[in-house]
């Protein structure tokens, strides 16, 4: 009996630092902490080469340029001649190459050289044999530059040589420096291409009636 009464101290300070155990044990298991290491990652950019894809994340810094116009053309200040004669209008088309510089994601500057053919139609009240028309032909240097991702406003100048081929007796085949200025708007829809329409003005420095027009059209670039 004496020997049981000693004991029952010891098994209960067993029993209650068992259960103290337990609980802590328990507690521990049910705290649980969780470690943030910054923000999460920003998702990747859209795959594949498609629309706003390619010309925000994939076109490249550089890139050649093949450039092609078709453009209608209004004479503007060419006097009535002495026979009657009077340019109507006309067309003609351009052909241009550069390298397409993109200095930021939303600003091209494209250095290029082309050449250019208008024909300026002679409307003769006599009814002439000889065709009157002009042939407006240009080489040329210049620069455009494009602001924007998809829809790009365009700015654009050139400098060169112009000369004109004509039947008119009182008209020279003469040439000189000519000169152009003319805006755009672009689209780039489609990876490697842009396309928009564009009006500029056009002047040559020929002697014997300097011939001046409007060309209103479209165009097209691809880019390589």
Not at 7 to 12: N, Q, S, Y
Not at 20 to 35: C, I, Q, S
Not at 57 to 65: F, G, Q
Request: hydrophobic share 40%.
């Amino acid at each position: 009996m004496k020997t049981s009464r000693a004991l029952a101290p010891v098994v209960l300070s067993l029993g209650i630092a068992c259960g103290a155990t337990l609980t802590v044990a328990h507690t521990a298991r049910a705290d649980r902490y969780y470690v943030v290491y910054g923000p999460a990652p920003a998702p990747p950019p859209p795959p594949g080469y498609g629309g706003y894809g390619y010309y925000y994340y994939y076109e490249p810094r550089y890139a050649l340029m093949l450039g092609g116009d078709v453009e209608g053309v209004v004479p503007i200040g060419i006097p009535r001649f002495n026979d009657g004669q009077d340019l109507t209008g006309g067309g003609g088309f351009k052909l241009r190459i550069g390298e397409q510089i993109r200095l930021r994601r939303w600003l091209r500057i494209t250095p290029e050289i082309g050449y250019g053919y208008d024909h300026l139609f002679a409307a003769n009240a006599v009814n002439d044999v000889i065709d009157d028309s002009w042939d407006m032909h240009r080489v040329f240097g210049g620069v455009r530059v494009a602001f924007g991702h998809v829809v790009t406003p365009v700015v654009y100048g050139h400098l060169g040589y112009g000369w004109r081929v004509t039947g008119d007796p009182d008209v020279s085949n003469e040439g000189g420096v000519a000169f152009d200025v003319g805006g755009a708007l672009d689209f780039r829809f489609i990876p490697h291409l842009a396309f928009g329409a564009h009006i500029e003005y056009v002047t040559v420095d020929a002697p014997n009636y300097g011939p001046q027009w409007l060309a209103l059209g479209v165009h097209a670039e691809l880019l390589f």
